[in-house]
């Protein structure tokens, strides 16, 4: 499944964005769509997660702050992001868990943003 990311930008702090990920096919077989961030100069972490029932989990840093959400009749997955804090600039990466035992990953190109102090 092919991944497009977008909705960066440039936001201040206390600020909301929303990012979007559009699917090239169906989502009904992903179990879990994810969005992960790189910062510069640090590894690429995980973010937030949405399981095909919808159901999502977040590390604690946003937790209370972004909501993950995903449409699969639409093949869409969402991070709406609300409170915003200069940490959370880097580039966002949409990401799905593929079906089967390898648990291999899908990857987009990223969308960057910076929040501004």
């Known amino acids: 499944v092919q991944l497009q990311a977008s909705g960066g930008g440039l936001v201040q702090a206390g600020g909301s964005l929303k990012l979007s990920c559009a699917a090239s096919?169906?989502?009904?077989?992903?179990?879990?769509m994810d969005w992960f961030r790189q910062a510069p100069g640090r590894q690429r972490e995980f973010v937030a997660g949405?399981?095909?029932?919808?159901?999502?989990n977040y590390i604690d840093s946003v937790e209370g702050r972004f909501t993950i959400s995903r449409d699969n009749a639409k093949n869409m997955v969402y991070l709406q992001m609300n409170s915003l804090r200069p940490e959370d600039t880097a580039v966002y990466y949409c990401?799905?868990?593929?079906?089967?035992?390898?648990?291999?990953?899908?990857w987009g190109q990223g969308t960057q943003f910076t929040v501004s102090s």
């Open positions: 096919r169906s989502l009904s077989s992903i179990n879990s």
């Open positions: 990401s799905a868990l593929l079906p089967g035992p390898r648990r291999l990953r899908s």
């Open positions: 949405v399981s095909i029932g919808g159901v999502g």
